[in-house]
């Protein structure tokens, strides 16, 4: 029973010329938008920290948490004596197990949000900018508020840098809508 080819045909097919062969060349690398790569990193940077945050707040859930601030304290060389560390031990002490394990949760889902943010404007996703727009100026309110509770350099420096990537990231999609980017 003959199927309408032989090994031959076959041989005679699967072999290439150099020409053939040869790489295609090499495209230039894309270079990453400096904008949205500096973004990403102190999305990720905040990410990472708050995932470690959410880690450390985990595993504290069945512990007393007193004696880890004081050993924080010592470490960094605070005086234990002081009004300021008496404080932070009674508001310490005061924190229910319900209550870090609420913190806990937070922070991790609150870290996959800044992880998922960083990791998408790394990789220039258009949704990632949309992302980023929307969680960060949906904090905008709640920055304004604690400022009007008290204005300090903190505060304005936090609300100054959400504006800008909000600002920044506006700007980038406007400017991709009409094909200037």
Not at 7 to 13: A, F, G, N, S
Not at 89 to 95: D, F, H, N, Q
Not at 141 to 161: A, D, H, M, Q, T
Request: hydrophobic share 50%; proline share 4%; with cysteine.
């Amino acid at each position: 029973m003959s199927q309408g080819w032989s090994v031959q045909d076959l041989k005679d097919q699967t072999q290439m010329t150099d020409q053939e062969i040869q790489p295609a060349p090499a495209a230039k690398p894309r270079r990453h938008h400096f904008g949205l790569a500096l973004i990403a990193v102190f999305k990720l940077v905040k990410g990472g920290l708050l995932l470690v945050t959410a880690i450390g707040l985990f595993r504290m859930i069945h512990s007393d948490i007193s004696p880890v601030v004081e050993h924080w304290i010592t470490l960094l060389r605070m005086d234990p004596d002081s009004r300021h560390f008496h404080w932070l031990l009674e508001k310490v002490a005061a924190i229910s197990p319900e209550q870090l394990r609420l913190a806990s949760a937070g922070s991790f889902f609150y870290s996959a949000l800044l992880l998922t943010e960083g990791i998408g404007l790394w990789f220039e996703r258009r949704w990632a900018e949309y992302l980023t727009i929307i969680a960060t100026s949906s904090f905008v309110p709640l920055e304004l508020y604690e400022l009007c509770k008290g204005v300090n350099e903190v505060r304005l420096v936090v609300l100054g840098i959400n504006l800008a990537i909000v600002w920044y990231l506006l700007r980038t999609l406007r400017r991709q809508r009409h094909g200037k980017a």
